[in-house]
């Protein structure tokens, strides 16, 4: 395997540090780098070096396979009552004349549109308002359960769910099983943020804490369910509270094992209070993703979240320890775009995002939300696209037939 050679090479770099020979020592051996080691690395490694670990790593655990899913997203509002200075995507209340507060009635209608599709998931993130509170999430997830029982429902962040369960008067462990009855799948990785209260009291103040974040997951993990984990990198953090914010998550995930994938989360500054702080280069985005495949040893999947980094970007990635790039979404998704992302009609048909993995020598693998394979797309052409908002009907044929 050329990733092994390659990383059996930096051994005998005299040119090498002592502690970055030893950190590839411990990466060929399977062995966890420790804090110190993590900080290191964000220091003073670099890129070439960093790709050699992570896409080691990478291999090792899904050789070139890399995962996508066909899903859609629904946000039931943009009105909000926390004033986070990175995002560019809520509006306050007084301002609610700007943004869009759904009904359970409107969020179903958007469900029964992908009627037909094959679609695994639905993921639901928005702001936070009084009127979406515990029944109402409750009610929605079980009127998507009733209408298409197989839907994955990815939905909501602990800022939600803190904000919900406060208000119902509820712990987070009876909140969470509440959620669980009326169909709640899994939960996705947002609010994560930066969980040092340094960094997140300054950019997230007022909204549930780093600590609060991390004992709803491990409520949902303890009922035998999955959920992912994000960061959001390169505003005011320091290197020191990226490492402390990964060890924060691989400490959970050696208690719970919950955690499946890891998604890093790039700052974009376009329409929000801290404009005036400049975007990270790609090189550091793909440093990013390095060193999270690196420390992270006990998470399954690091992702690129396309339409957020670019695809251009995003087939770099997976150089660089990614190995899911998400899914075929939709320019119903808002978060990114106000912000001034490099997808601004995030959609691309399944030809195209396969297409993207094959240009890169990597195996394009359709997964469900879980990662179960359902489909594996590296010995198959396409015949002509039927496109539906955003997705694609797709005949396939085998090469061999």
Not at 6 to 24: Q, V
Not at 82 to 93: E, P
Not at 100 to 119: I, Q, R
Not at 157 to 163: A, W
Request: one cysteine or more; a negative charge; proline letters at 3%.
């Amino acid at each position: 395997m050329r990733s092994k050679s390659e990383l059996m090479s930096l051994l005998e770099d005299s040119n090498l540090s002592t502690t970055l020979r030893e950190i590839a020592k411990k990466t060929l051996e399977g062995e966890r780098i420790s804090e110190e080691e993590g900080l290191h690395l964000f220091n003073h490694a670099e890129i070439g070096y960093l790709g050699i670990l992570a896409n080691y790593i990478r291999e090792k655990k899904h050789g070139n396979h890399t995962y996508f899913n066909r899903n859609f997203h629904m946000e039931p509002t943009n009105v909000c009552l926390y004033t986070c200075s990175f995002c560019s995507y809520s509006r306050l209340i007084k301002k609610r004349e700007e943004g869009w507060e759904y009904t359970l009635e409107e969020m179903l209608e958007m469900v029964k549109k992908y009627d037909g599709e094959p679609v695994t998931e639905v993921h639901i993130v928005g702001g936070v308002l009084p009127q979406y509170d515990l029944k109402f999430y409750a009610d929605l997830f079980a009127a998507i359960k009733k209408h298409r029982p197989e839907l994955h429902i990815k939905a909501l962040t602990p800022v939600e769910y803190h904000y919900i369960f406060k208000k119902a008067k509820v712990d987070y462990a009876e909140g969470m099983r509440q959620m669980k009855e009326a169909g709640l799948d899994s939960m996705p990785g947002g609010g994560a943020e930066i969980f040092h209260p340094e960094i997140r009291d300054e950019i997230a103040g007022g909204k549930c804490s780093g600590e609060e974040w991390l004992q709803i997951h491990e409520e949902w993990h303890k009922l035998g369910m999955r959920s992912n984990a994000t960061m959001l990198y390169g505003h005011i953090e320091k290197m020191k509270h990226r490492v402390h914010h990964l060890e924060s998550l691989r400490q959970l995930q050696d208690k719970t094992g919950g955690f499946q994938t890891f998604i890093p989360l790039k700052f974009r500054n376009k329409g929000n209070q801290m404009s005036h702080i400049p975007e990270s280069m790609v090189i550091e985005d793909l440093r990013n993703y390095a060193i999270s495949r690196i420390y992270l040893d006990n998470f399954d999947h690091i992702k690129a979240y396309w339409p957020m980094i670019g695809r251009e970007v995003a087939q770099m990635s997976m150089a660089f320890g990614v190995d899911d790039i998400d899914g075929t979404i939709d320019d119903t998704t808002k978060i990114y775009t106000m912000a001034g992302s490099e997808e601004q009609n995030p959609a691309m048909s399944t030809r195209e995002l396969v297409n993207l993995i094959k240009m890169v020598d990597r195996k394009p693998i359709e997964r469900d939300t879980l990662y179960n394979v359902v489909t594996d797309y590296s010995e198959h052409v396409f015949e002509e696209d039927t496109v539906y908002k955003g997705y694609v009907s797709l005949p396939v044929v085998n090469k061999d037939n």
